[in-house]
């Protein structure tokens, strides 16, 4: 099928038969029945906001289009946490149920067509203090940039298989409404994980269709060598966005996939501004239609994707000029105050990551009582990360001393984290909450210090820790000798397999418990869970032993219980 603007509502129209594909996979067509069900329910609600969080594909685009079919607006949070969820509360006509509504064969008046200028969605993006922005996006800028990239990367006899949330930009445009507009199945599964993303490869290769894949640099720098992706099947395209992609990752996911891997890069306010494939060249050029220029060796932009089209807008990025188009360069200087003075967070980052053994740095302010101090959370390979006191005590002093040769004492980071990646989210973007859970022990002594967690596959996660100095069970535990007492240690996978698994309800003990070695304060170690009819397996090891292990029994992890289900 060929593209069909989105004014038109092409997800109404007639498409010819085509090969079947699971039922994890949904056709445009198929949605308009529970369009409908949601028009009706809608008819007698007030117009104007209503907020939409569902991370189901397809009831998300069932919901999402009967909204803009009825005359309403989107709002779509980036999470539905509660905090985020309160924040909004004030800005709503309305919020759509989690439930769907039950089908209604009553008739209703034709919707008309989707007026240029009428507001589509409201999404948020971070600004420079942190704090969510609200951006208004209407139906001509997404029409616009929809027209851009089905001209530069056609989707005829295609399916796409997206990774990333739709809740997004960039994930809504690419892996929901590209297909919609093109009359093509999109996949209503989950494909976060690379086993059921390969499935899905399979699934299209055995229709008889090509493959694109909507991804981030989050899930392409974690593709596993040993699943046989060549009998997946190689998609016609892989796109990435959201963040940087390290060009061994790039390199990595063309060589796994067979395919090409083509970045787009660009903002929630600007849409998108430039693509490259990074393994030919590592200029960025100017998507159709976009104007760029340098002042000041900052990035502007026009285009008709922007809320306003004919004013220049101002990214936040450093860039050059060249033949093909631009090269980027870093994030204009984030500065902040500290004590009266200004620091620059970027030079300070920049000096971190000049060391061999430092792969990346970020710099945040750390909330801590009455005060703001400096905080330093370090990318470093695997087998550089401080895994007793002493050793990461040295290294925060080799640090410090580095940095005091070009920064004023102010600008020493006062905490440091150590982890093997930053912590992000499925855009690869920095996730605040997950930065603001590396420090979360400086206000809650009983915690354990969190530094990052690795899932392999649905039912097991990785979760990196270290043992706090200032840990309150250490007290009296021993006087000459503290070590972590063996109630924490279990408390602590208990703690960390809710947060994982989501809410295990009613604990009916533990089977199994060993405890071989002491834990010391200062020890890096690794809780490993692993979810298993009903319980939940545990270990904690470091580099010079295992610590605990045993089996937490509960009355039922509704959470994981429900994921898999949705899987």
């Known amino acids: 099928m060929t593209h069909v603007a989105l004014s038109r509502l092409p997800w109404r129209r007639t498409l010819a038969p085509a090969a079947t594909l699971p039922k994890d996979w949904?056709?445009?067509?198929?949605?308009?029945?529970?369009?409908?069900?949601?028009?009706?329910?809608?008819?007698?609600?007030?117009?104007?906001?209503?907020l939409?969080?569902?991370?189901?594909?397809?009831?998300?685009?069932?919901?999402?289009?009967?909204?803009?079919?009825?005359?309403?607006?989107?709002?779509?949070?980036?999470?539905d946490r509660t905090a985020t969820l309160?924040?909004?509360?004030?800005?709503?006509?309305?919020?759509?149920?989690?439930?769907?509504?039950?089908?209604?064969?009553?008739?209703?008046?034709?919707?008309?067509?989707?007026?240029?200028?009428?507001?589509?969605?409201?999404?948020?993006?971070?600004?420079?203090?942190?704090?969510?922005?609200?951006?208004?996006k209407r139906f001509g800028q997404l029409e616009a940039e929809l027209a851009?990239?089905?001209?530069?990367?056609?989707?005829?006899?295609?399916?796409?298989?997206?990774?990333?949330?739709?809740?997004?930009?960039?994930?809504?445009?690419?892996?929901v409404l590209?297909?919609?507009?093109?009359?093509?199945?999109?996949?209503?599964g989950n494909c976060h994980y690379p086993e059921v993303m390969a499935r899905r490869l399979a699934e299209v290769r055995h229709a008889g269709l090509k493959a694109t894949l909507i991804s981030s640099p989050a899930q392409l720098s974690r593709l596993p060598d040993h699943l046989n992706w060549e009998q997946a099947g190689a998609p016609q395209r892989i796109f990435s966005s959201g963040a940087p992609l390290a060009a061994e990752h790039a390199q990595h996911a063309e060589t796994l996939l067979a395919a090409p891997v083509i970045e787009i890069y660009g903002s929630t306010e600007t849409g998108g501004i430039a693509h490259r494939r990074q393994t030919r060249a590592d200029d960025w050029q100017p998507l159709p239609g976009v104007e760029i220029r340098l002042e000041d060796a900052q990035l502007q932009v026009r285009s008709a994707f922007l809320q306003a089209p004919r004013q220049w807008w101002q990214q936040a990025d450093r860039a050059e000029a060249t033949a093909q188009g631009f090269r980027l360069l870093g994030r204009a200087d984030r500065l902040i105050k500290l004590a009266g003075k200004r620091v620059s967070l970027t030079a300070i980052e920049r000096d971190l990551a000049a060391l061999p053994d430092v792969k990346q740095a970020h710099c945040t302010r750390v909330a801590q009582q009455h005060a703001e101090r400096l905080g330093a959370v370090v990318v470093l390979a695997e087998d550089a990360l401080p895994q007793t006191h002493a050793e990461r005590r040295a290294l925060i002093e080799r640090l410090r001393q580095h940095l005091a040769a070009s920064q004023e004492s102010i600008a020493l980071p006062r905490y440091w984290r150590f982890v093997a990646e930053l912590p992000t989210n499925a855009q690869g973007k920095l996730d605040r909450t997950r930065l603001d859970r590396l420090f979360a022990d400086l206000n809650d002594n009983r915690l354990p210090r969190w530094l990052g967690e690795r899932h392999d596959g649905p039912h097991k996660r990785h979760i990196s820790l270290e043992v706090p100095e200032r840990l309150v069970f250490l007290e009296g535990h021993f006087d000459d000798f503290p070590l972590v007492p063996g109630v924490v240690m279990v408390q602590w996978a208990i703690e960390q397999a809710r947060a994982c698994f989501g809410p295990c309800h009613g604990?009916?003990?533990?089977?199994?418990?060993?405890?071989?070695?002491?834990?010391?304060?200062?020890?890096?170690?690794?809780?490993?869970?692993?979810?298993?009819?009903?319980?939940?397996?545990?270990?904690?090891?470091?580099?010079?032993?295992?610590?605990?292990?045993g089996r937490l029994r509960f009355a039922s992890p509704v959470g994981l219980e429900t994921e898999n289900a949705n899987e």
């Open 26 to 50: 949904c056709r445009p067509d198929a949605l308009v029945a529970a369009i409908n069900a949601w028009r009706h329910w809608l008819a007698d609600k007030p117009g104007g906001r209503w």
């Open 52 to 79: 939409l969080f569902e991370r189901d594909p397809a009831s998300f685009c069932a919901a999402l289009l009967a909204l803009w079919e009825s005359g309403r607006s989107a709002v779509l949070p980036g999470d």
């Open 86 to 136: 309160t924040r909004l509360s004030k800005q709503l006509d309305g919020v759509i149920p989690a439930a769907a509504p039950a089908p209604n064969a009553s008739d209703l008046p034709p919707p008309e067509p989707l007026a240029a200028d009428a507001e589509a969605l409201v999404l948020y993006t971070s600004g420079s203090t942190g704090e969510p922005l609200m951006q208004v």
């Open 148 to 175: 851009v990239q089905a001209e530069l990367w056609p989707l005829d006899g295609g399916a796409v298989i997206s990774q990333v949330s739709h809740q997004h930009i960039y994930g809504l445009l690419t892996g």
């Open 178 to 188: 590209r297909p919609l507009c093109h009359g093509i199945p999109l996949c209503g």
């Open 507 to 549: 604990f009916r003990g533990v089977e199994r418990l060993k405890f071989q070695r002491p834990l010391w304060p200062g020890t890096r170690c690794t809780l490993q869970l692993e979810y298993k009819h009903g319980t939940i397996m545990f270990r904690l090891e470091s580099r010079q032993a295992q610590h605990a292990a």
